[in-house]
């Protein structure tokens, strides 16, 4: 038995992101690179350790290798600890068969002895495709005060918005009394952050539960919470006011990028009292040339810039040549755009090579047909050859040749 | 040979003194260089890239800041179970006091050498700035079948006192040494990188300590240049040795010329060092840089030209930062301007202040400064 911990975190890391398509075919999401330097799993991990959680369980399914071999032994987030740390726990073979991980709550329910092991008061169940921001310690204050069963950290989203969330009404206690589960028409704002503290023994009891349910989908939202909300238990919203975003599609992921750029997205980066942890890199640092004209953009180490680079993220070791131009657009690492390209409104998987005159994307003040515009994605090790183009909105995963179009 | 065979010793103060003005606060190896390092990072990592795994800093003055910067030794991936880094500061054992000349680390290094079970020692200082592939190095010394090899660079002699100009012959074995000869200021000159078998070593450190030989140059080599096969290895490609506050400033602002950077930090054997993660630089609409190399956490808003700036550095808007060196967390604040400045870290430039060196004479301002 390991020492007693009064709050451990469990993070759900096993998804596939089948919406980010060419961008996680390799790769778990929660390890796609993220805002030039870091990986998505990195904000939930740092948030753990700057609130003093220092044991995570990171549960994994598809696609593990990278992801595991991203989080090694934890010391770069200083989770390498001794009594704790970080573990990754992927499926395994029991003498009643194998399981794969059937949904979100089963994920936990076949961790139980994990869990265990630490006795824990309260475990933090989270999710490895967010970017925020937020001390769980103040949530779990919120959760002991209020001597809830279930607390859930919640966000008032844009009315227009509040439709693809899972939606909560509370009373003046902040007590949850209904959910709604994105509705058409909805009728709060109050948006569920995927963000939850649980009183162990209660969700152990229901984790239990719901697996004899047969009926149940094992899912969290769909079925643990709503069990325990029938069966009166105290559920609790915990309001939350900073940067959050869910980075599940291309879309939102190419923005919250971008959202790094803009000071008033209130996710600031430079904090040194909440520092987000990776893995660095041991490139030399970034230089930019006479020739390069660099604004309003996030460059890292090891970068070569030569063109003009705008409204961009550039991840580390990336060439942009004299004569080349890349605007509101996220370059991961390695990738390298040639003489005389343009890579616009474009996300570049790492290892892209753009040769030159090549184009890729398009603003959307020059598309005629406002639908037909969408971020563009080039999948990594990819080539584009020279004066090829590759149009808004392509998933683009293979070469293109020489003055190809796609 | 391999690596397996080979343990490091690394001086880090022997030339404190030709940087008075950085080593007020710290000692050679931690002087800030090249945007992200720390001078012992070159040998450090140039060690570990040919799978040394067992090295022994020698701490002499200020060595706080170089113990903060080596740590355990995990970015050299040097924290192990099994040999590791070993940092040896003076007063190591009684009988020992403070190193003084490197005969003195030597001495004081004793109970490390005698624990060393590696068949071959090198030493360097961490003054030079290269990237060492020690694997040439000893491929070369095994060729020559040489006694020692020492690492030399060629050109303009470096303004030490004790700069040691070899004269080669055809074969590369070193036939004359000279000590800061007057008559010369150009030539092979060695840069306190040397390579030889430990029990030579440990045998010329006895030998001298029975003699009361205190200078390791001109006792122990130049006495034994024709017992001994002493040859000279040329370094190839980019090698500069630290010898003054202009010389500092010099080869950082030889960082920006692309061969230069491209000869120093190889995919190879990349150059390791101590992670701070902080996030991307930022530059800000209106921010204009050019030819500048620059660490991650720096923060532009002004125009940076010709200059290297350190980890954490904030130019704010409207400022101008020409042919500077910016050490880490530097502020330049609002419409300041600095032109061939040196700064140490955590200097503030108050906004609209104007600092103005020379190419020649770069000004100095000390860590924490205020101006």
Redesign the interface.
């Given at each position: 038995m390991a020492r007693k911990k009064e709050c451990i975190a469990m993070l759900l890391a096993g998804g596939q992101g089948s919406r980010l398509g060419i961008l996680t075919r390799k790769v778990a999401k929660p390890a796609v690179p993220f805002?030039?330097?870091y990986r998505i799993i990195d904000f939930p991990l740092s948030n753990c350790v700057n609130s003093g959680i220092d044991t995570v369980g990171v549960l994994t399914q598809y696609q593990p290798l990278e992801l595991n071999d991203y989080i090694g032994n934890g010391?770069s987030w200083d989770l390498d600890r001794v009594g704790g740390g970080v573990h990754v726990l992927s499926p395994y073979q029991q003498i009643k068969g194998t399981e794969w991980y059937k949904g979100t709550a089963n994920a936990i329910y076949q961790n139980i002895n994990f869990i265990d092991r630490y006795s824990p008061e309260y475990v933090a169940i989270l999710s490895g495709d967010h970017i925020y921001k937020m001390d769980y310690s103040k949530m779990l204050d919120y959760h002991k005060a209020n001597d809830a069963a279930c607390t859930i950290a919640m966000l008032e989203v844009p009315w227009d918005e509040a439709s693809r969330f899972g939606l909560m009404f509370t009373d003046d206690d902040g007590r949850i009394t209904a959910f709604e589960e994105k509705p058409k028409v909805p009728k709060t704002n109050k948006a569920s952050m995927g963000v939850y503290i649980f009183t162990w023994s209660k969700l152990r009891k229901y984790l239990i539960e719901d697996e004899d349910n047969p009926n149940s989908s094992n899912d969290f939202g769909k079925d643990v919470i709503p069990a325990m909300h029938t069966a009166g238990e105290r559920l609790f919203a915990y309001p939350f006011d900073g940067y959050w975003k869910d980075v599940g599609t291309i879309d939102s992921l190419w923005e919250a990028n971008l959202d790094m750029?803009n000071p008033k997205a209130n996710l600031d980066?430079?904090d040194t009292s909440w520092?987000?942890?990776?893995n660095?890199s041991?490139?030399?640092?970034?230089?930019?040339?006479?020739t390069?004209?660099?604004?309003?953009?996030?460059?890292?180490?090891g970068c070569?810039i030569g063109g003009e680079?705008d409204y961009s993220?550039?991840f580390p070791d990336v060439t942009v040549e004299e004569g080349a131009v890349v605007k509101y657009s996220i370059v991961m690492p390695g990738s390298v755009i040639k003489r005389g390209a343009v890579v616009q409104y474009a996300m570049l998987a790492d290892n892209v090579t753009v040769e030159s005159g090549a184009k890729i994307g398009e603003s959307p003040e020059q598309m005629a047909d406002l639908d037909a515009w969408g971020v563009a994605v080039v999948g990594g090790g990819v080539m584009i050859g020279e004066h090829a183009s590759v149009a808004p909105k392509i998933m683009c995963d293979n070469d293109v040749a020489e003055g190809e179009a796609v | 040979m391999t690596g397996k065979d080979i343990a490091g010793i690394i001086y880090s103060s022997n030339y404190d003194s030709c940087l008075t003005e950085s080593t007020a606060v710290r000692t050679m190896g931690s002087v800030p260089f090249g945007g992200r390092y720390r001078l012992v990072d070159f040998m450090l990592s140039g060690m570990v890239n040919c799978g040394i795994s067992k090295v022994g800093v020698a701490l002499g003055n200020n060595y706080r800041s170089l113990m903060d910067h080596i740590g355990t030794g995990r970015p050299w991936d040097l924290s192990r179970k099994r040999d590791g880094i070993y940092l040896l500061p003076p007063y190591n054992f009684s009988g020992v006091g403070d190193y003084g000349s490197k005969m003195g680390v030597l001495k004081g290094l004793l109970d490390f050498l005698n624990h060393t079970q590696e068949e071959y020692i090198l030493m360097t200082d961490c003054n030079a700035v290269c990237n060492l592939d020690v694997e040439k190095l000893g491929a070369f010394h095994e060729a020559k079948g040489a006694d020692i090899t020492l690492a030399y660079a060629e050109g303009a002699l470096p303004q030490l006192s004790d700069v040691t100009v070899l004269t080669l012959d055809g074969d590369s074995r070193v036939t004359d040494m000279e000590i800061a000869p007057k008559n010369a200021d150009a030539g092979a000159y060695a840069v306190n990188i040397m390579f030889m078998k430990k029990s030579l070593l440990l045998r010329l450190i006895f030998d001298a300590s029975a003699h009361g030989q205190e200078d390791f140059e001109r006792d122990v080599l130049m006495k034994n240049l024709q017992k001994l096969g002493i040859y000279g290895y040329k370094i190839p490609g980019f090698c500069r040795v630290i010898d003054s506050l202009q010389g500092y400033y010099d080869i950082n602002m030889e960082l920006l010329d692309k061969d230069n950077r491209d000869a120093l930090f190889t995919d190879e054997r990349p150059v390791f060092t101590r992670v701070r993660d902080d996030m991307p630089t930022v530059y800000g609409i209106g921010s204009d840089v050019k030819n500048s190399l620059i660490a991650d956490g720096c923060i532009i808003d002004g125009v940076v030209v010709n200059s290297v700036l350190f980890r954490g550095v904030h130019v704010a808007k409207g400022a101008v930062v020409e042919n500077s060196i910016l050490m880490q967390e530097t502020f330049i604040g609002e419409d300041a301007a600095v032109n061939c400045v040196i700064t140490d870290k955590d200097v503030v430039i108050r906004p609209k202040k104007t600092i103005s060196g020379a190419e020649n004479y770069p000004v100095y301002i000390g860590k924490g400064k205020v101006i």
């Open positions: 805002g030039g330097k010391s750029l980066l430079s520092k987000i942890y990776g660095n041991v490139h030399p640092p970034q230089y930019i040339a006479d390069a004209k660099v604004e309003n953009s996030m460059i890292c180490a070569e680079v993220v550039l | -």
